[in-house]
């Protein structure tokens, strides 16, 4: 036979395994590898069914149009191709793992080279198989590499350098601020163990309290010491329980002490796009760039359509109309004496002018609060003066206590004051607070977690979208279900948010627990006189032979 006949045969064959072969062993290969349950294995089993009918249907339309040469090396190209999520079988130096479509950008724009640094907060440099990323705030860096390639050589980075492999499979942190970014991120499934005393995710305590998927435990005892039971699950020698990545801050909160710890600290930059972009450093650990780029800009194009209205002059406003004024306040009652403080820092400032308001300041005499303090509070209420919007941050244990009567009696505000004229805020009723998403008491918490500490910082278009429906209800409202903040001179309550405000179901993907990490265990040599044994090959090896014959296929087809 010619010779061409025999390559067809032998891509043919070939081809048969790669389905045939691999379609016996999908089943354990998704069990065992990635500890999926039988419910999700016959879900994604049912779906693959569908798809090669879709596909049979498609492809031989492919055949009709463009040839079977050039519809063979596609499929078998498609068929071949490693996804950045999956552990890579078949390392090739070569092949680069983190195409530009996987990796981060730092602005609307595809990335032009490798290279990516974000104002002050990070850079990141990509390679074939991995990717160094720069901490600018702590001058932290960490070498990210593929699963299932090499771990980059040692001796070509800093002695402090992290390694870690990605995408990571299980991770914990006692931040609630860190459960809004992995939200974001929609990896909630990838956290293991956390602190659930003050968070609000309505699906994360689902799945603690009843899908069993995420452990809660406290990083301190009782008396603040470090929980001896929290280090133990967040070891990576612990293969039961332990995690690939501990998430914490500059104040080591939940740190375990080993090279798997890294410090998350959004909160530090001044700007709310610098904060939200934090988002696109956490990616870097999952995978998930292309999410992130996605859900970054987002962001900003809502937020910038939000301001281009606000700031706009066409929609029946007067020549040398000006904004609204806007007070961003809060009291502390623990200080002695008690303490009144106006903002006036980046990230509120911020806000406030992104929502088309003018923010009300004063001297900064406060390096700390980053504000005007004042313990005469005739003073501080002078400052307040022909302000027609007033935030105001006052921490309370249960947000459901803060009503138009404390805040009143807080600071001093008397009927008088109110009928005056003297304070727009008081006599159109704009006092707003940021605790509108609050969480309940089912984990026995003095102070009650709202979503302002675990939700804005990844989400500032909701916060700018907030103040601007309560500034300028006018242009704005479509924006009347706000997120964040709610008017408590109007009588609006927090929103309490609990386990049964999630509609996922446990079996769902994103409820399940996240995989476990594999852990090696050295077995010793067994003694000369014992025969060798020889074990059945595992899913993994018979997943690893079809992606070959696949390459061989790509390979023989191109000698066509």
Not at 164 to 193: C, H, I, M, N, Y
Not at 318 to 340: D, E, L
Not at 345 to 370: F, L
Not at 414 to 433: I, N
Request: aromatic share 10%; hydrophobic share 45%; with cysteine.
């Amino acid at each position: 036979m010619p010779r061409e006949v025999w390559v067809v045969l032998a891509i043919d064959f070939l081809n048969s395994y790669r389905s045939f072969g691999f379609r016996s062993v999908q089943y354990q290969y998704l069990t065992n590898e990635f500890e999926i349950n039988d419910m999700e294995a016959g879900k994604l089993l049912g779906i693959q069914a569908w798809l090669l009918v879709v596909f049979g249907f498609a492809g031989a339309m492919m055949v009709d149009a463009f040839g079977v040469r050039q519809t063979a090396l596609c499929a078998l190209a498609v068929g071949g191709a490693v996804a950045n999520q999956d552990c890579v079988v078949d390392f090739r130096s070569t092949i680069n793992y983190f195409p530009a479509e996987a990796q981060l950008r730092s602005g609307a724009d595809s990335p032009t080279d490798a290279h990516v640094e974000f104002a002050e907060d990070f850079s990141v440099t990509y390679y074939n198989h991995y990717k160094h990323a720069i901490n600018l705030k702590t001058s932290e860096d960490f070498v990210l590499y593929q699963c299932g390639t090499p771990m980059p050589d040692a001796s070509l980075f800093n002695a402090t350098t992290k390694f870690f492999e990605v995408p990571v499979r299980r991770v914990a942190t006692s931040l609630t601020v860190v459960v809004g970014f992995l939200d974001k991120l929609q990896l909630l499934d990838k956290l293991a163990v956390t602190d659930m005393t003050y968070v609000h995710s309505p699906c994360l305590k689902k799945r603690q309290q009843q899908c069993g998927s995420t452990r809660h435990l406290s990083p301190s005892t009782p008396d603040w010491l470090p929980n001896p039971e929290w280090l133990e699950l967040t070891s990576t020698s612990n293969c039961t329980h332990g995690v690939d990545l501990v998430l914490t801050d500059l104040w080591s909160s939940g740190a375990s002490g080993t090279a798997i710890d890294v410090k998350f600290d959004a909160s530090t930059d001044p700007g709310i796009l610098g904060r939200a972009e934090w988002l696109k450093f956490l990616s870097l650990f999952f995978n998930a760039e292309a999410t992130a780029n996605a859900k970054f800009d987002e962001e900003v194009a809502e937020m910038d359509a939000v301001t281009a209205l606000a700031a706009g002059t066409g929609d029946g406003r007067m020549a040398g109309w000006a904004p609204p004024v806007v007070a961003w306040i809060t009291r502390s009652s623990f200080a002695t004496p008690v303490t009144y403080t106006l903002y006036d820092n980046d990230y509120r400032v911020e806000y406030i002018r992104r929502a088309g308001a003018q923010e009300r300041t004063a001297p900064r005499n406060d390096a700390i609060n980053q504000g005007n303090t004042l313990s005469n509070l005739t003073a501080f209420k002078a400052l307040l003066q022909n302000v027609d919007v007033l935030v105001d941050e006052e921490s309370y244990a249960d947000g459901r206590l803060a009503t138009t009567a404390t805040f009143m009696a807080n600071y001093g505000f008397t009927a008088e004051d109110t009928s005056s004229g003297r304070y727009p805020f008081l006599t159109h009723e704009m006092v707003l607070r940021v605790d509108k998403g609050m969480s309940d008491d089912a984990y026995g918490a003095y102070y009650l977690g709202i979503d302002w500490f675990e939700g804005s910082l990844v989400n500032p278009n909701r916060v700018v979208e907030d103040l601007a429906f309560y500034v300028h209800p006018e242009l704005f409202p479509e924006l009347n279900q706000t997120v964040f903040m709610r008017n408590v001179a109007k009588g609006e309550v927090p929103v309490v948010s609990s386990a049964a405000d999630c509609a996922l179901a446990c079996e769902d993907g994103a409820m399940l627990a996240p995989h476990s990490n594999p852990c090696v265990v050295v077995l010793p040599p067994a003694p000369p006189s014992t025969p060798p044994v020889v074990a059945a090959a595992p899913a993994v090896v018979v997943a690893r032979a079809a992606l070959l014959a696949t390459v061989a296929s790509v390979a023989l087809l191109l000698l066509l």
